[in-house]
C-alpha cells in the first residue's frame, strides 16, 4: 500500500480553474484529477515506478 504525501503546489489561477472544471466533468476530486495526470504523464514517460504501475481502483480518489 502507497503512502500519500501531502506538499504544497502553488498555481496560476486560471490553470486551478480548468483542473477543477476538467475534475468535475470526469466526477473526480481536484487531488484526484491531478494524481491522474501525474499518473498518465509518467506512464507516457516511462518513469512510473513499478510498484504504482497498477493502484487498486478508488484508491487514490479517482471514480470507478
Known sequence: ???KK???LRLDEEMLKAVE???ADEFRSTNGQ???ILREA???AGR???QS???KP???GEAE
Do not use: I, Q, R
Open 48 to 50: 512510473m515506478p513499478k
Open 1 to 3: 500500500m502507497s503512502k
Open 21 to 23: 472544471k476538467w475534475a
Open 6 to 8: 501531502p506538499f504544497v
Open 34 to 36: 491531478l494524481e491522474w
Open 53 to 55: 504501475a497498477n493502484p
Open 42 to 44: 509518467l506512464k507516457k
Open 58 to 60: 478508488g484508491s487514490d
